[in-house]
């Protein structure tokens, strides 16, 4: 991950910020036109870039929250290039599509839980272990495709940092909390809550993040904790989380690590066909 970005004084300083951000320079292979709210990015080509000039003439970068509709402009190609979803499926199906290539790589990101310690009933740790104890990986994995996901047990995995625990070494120091119901509601009645609890969340838009949650909801509720979901924007979430979900929530790189679920691999789909110097991608 980046730890900070090259600006330029000369541009950065006279206006600050706020003037940067309507107008950003940094020091990439294209150069900003155009940006519309909700809309699209639009770049050029950087002839003068220090590592050569692009093959595009420019990028239009179009924000399409919705998979259908990116995947409808992709098929009408009034796109060349868009961000997938992890759905079952979804990858073999466009890999049937003429002239068009399906990339996978990773790892991606990672997801987990936390909870907040300082309030009840979270604060007791019997209420999180059952809470633990009450979660199926697996539902979770086979919420994406198969070719996207993997289970990873440790906090740092060997994946992303070298020295990171392996799935297999963190089994035998029985470090992974095991997935048992009876130990859950057994748990939850010694804590006082036989009969459950109610904790209110907002959720992501975005098919991961939603599904996630849905069914981390499922699970939850064979133990009678009952989740109420809030949708909201993607934005919205990104910038809200940290006082939005008080109770317990789910983020991807989150600065205090908990848990640790699901690895997952992005995934772009891109369409091989003649380009009149330009390129839109979602």
Known sequence: MAGGYILSRKVFEPGGYGKFLKHPVGTGPFQFVDYQPQNKLVLKAHEHYFRGAPCLKGVSVYFMPDSAQREAKYRSNCLDVIYGTGAPGWLERMEKLPKTRVD??????????????????????????????????????????????????????????????????????????????????????????????????????????????????????????????TRVSHSLYSRANNYLNKDLYNLYFPHEIFIRFTQTRYRFCRKWRKQDGSCQSV
Do not use: C, W
Request: aromatic letters at 8%; glycine letters at 8%; proline letters at 4%.
């Open 104 to 229: 996978v790589f990773g790892p991606g990101f990672t997801g987990m839980f936390h909870f907040n310690p300082s309030i009840k009933p979270l604060n007791d740790l019997r209420v999180r272990k059952a809470m633990m104890h009450a979660m199926d990986r697996q539902a979770f994995l086979h919420a994406s495709s198969g070719r996207l996901v993997s289970l990873v047990l440790a906090p740092i995995s060997a994946d992303f940092l070298s020295g990171g625990l392996t799935n297999e070494k963190v089994e035998a120091l029985n470090l992974a909390p095991a997935y048992d119901l009876g130990r859950a509601k057994e748990l939850l009645a010694r804590a006082g809550y036989e009969s459950g609890f109610d904790l209110d969340m907002v959720v992501s838009e975005k098919r991961l993040y939603r599904k996630t949650f849905e069914v981390l909801k499922e699970q939850l509720a064979r133990i009678n904790v009952r989740l109420k979901l």
